[in-house]
């Protein structure tokens, strides 16, 4: 099992955000989508015995709160067109705020995170052409000095895709 | 889906670039959000609505939802869970991981030998590190996976957590 460090980093995010039990029905009834319709939060606050004002009225607040980061389309990446991969580094500890700024800089950066490993710098890379993966890995290698390691999926499980909040 | 399946519509390459541009700033919360995006193209919402049928057909969109800040709502035990897999039984493996209810994504990538011998990788998230544990004990005791090489690596910090412009969904 992997050693414990202590938790200053994750205890010191923001208080999570209150949401109350509508909030959360409407939340796991979208993850599942919307429906394709000419009025689809109608169709969604009838399911959910909700009136569509009010269904709309909640998501606005939920995005304001940012509890929503987004709400639309779901592209599917490769099929656009882009690239997409999981890339690491091991980033010495004295150098990780300098290492996460150059990363970060990269608008291609899409998620990045700190993780508990010798390689501990975990960030998600989307660019708009396959090609441009191998661009960005030389251009954050030479920003940083660090080998970047790229693992880009070689397949992908089907998951039921819903965290329910 | 639609009883009356119109035929696959094709926009002037400009006109569907603007769409597009036009959808990933999210749908509008209106009654009518077809019709007011329509209206900012320029286009009927018949045609707008065709057009995003289309691209749902041929995978472009993989569905219309939302994307949930998991950090906001305390979730914020967020475990990537890598396993050094024999190659011949991965995609097995993986097929079974990802019917885990806990399991938020799974996927198979390269080994990165010698500093990296882990190719499947699955997500946990959950409010705490001793349930996401517990849900991990859990599963390999239930898979028979005591022996399966495997190492948890917990996020000590979300130093970006946004969808980058072409993608919302995959994280690490």
Wanted: glycine share 6%; aromatic share 6%; proline share 7%.
């Amino acid at each position: 099992m992997i050693a414990m460090p202590a938790r200053q980093s994750v205890s010191a995010t923001t208080p999570a955000a209150e949401l109350d039990a509508a909030d959360r029905r409407l939340i796991n009834r979208l993850q599942d989508g919307l429906p394709l319709v000419e009025a689809p939060y109608a169709a969604v606050a009838a399911e959910l015995e909700l009136s569509e004002g009010e269904l709309l009225y909640r998501l606005e607040r939920l995005l304001e709160a940012g509890v929503l980061s987004r709400f639309g389309p779901m592209y599917h990446a490769e099929r656009l067109g882009g690239g997409l991969t999981l890339a690491a580094l091991a980033v010495p500890e004295a150098d990780f705020e300098r290492v996460s700024e150059a990363v970060n800089a990269f608008p291609e950066v899409a998620h990045n995170y700190r993780r508990e490993h010798r390689l501990n710098m975990w960030f998600v890379l989307a660019t708009e052409t396959p090609e441009g993966i191998a661009e960005v890995v030389e251009a954050i290698e030479a920003a940083t000095g660090l080998a970047v390691f790229n693992m880009p999926k070689q397949e992908e499980f089907h998951v039921r895709l819903h965290l329910p909040v | 889906m639609n009883a009356r399946q119109p035929a696959p519509v094709r926009l002037e390459p400009l006109a569907e670039r603007r769409l597009r541009a036009l959808v990933e700033q999210g749908l509008p919360l209106v009654p009518r959000p077809w019709q007011a995006l329509a209206e900012q193209c320029g286009l009927p919402e018949e045609t707008v609505m065709a057009c995003m049928r289309r691209w749902q057909a041929e995978g472009l969109v993989k569905r219309l939802g939302l994307v949930v800040r998991h950090r906001s709502l305390g979730i914020t035990a967020n475990a990537m869970v890598v396993w050094d897999v024999p190659d011949a039984e991965v995609a097995e493996l993986g097929r079974r991981l990802s019917a885990e209810p806990v399991v938020t994504l799974c996927y198979r990538r390269p080994r990165r030998l010698p500093d990296w011998p882990y190719n499947l990788f699955c997500m946990i998230h959950g409010t705490r590190r001793e349930r996401v544990l517990a849900a991990l004990d859990e599963i390999i005791e239930g898979q028979a996976l005591q022996a399966m090489p495997h190492r948890v690596l917990f996020s000590l910090k979300a130093y970006r957590q946004r969808g980058g412009r072409y993608t919302a969904e995959e994280r690490p």
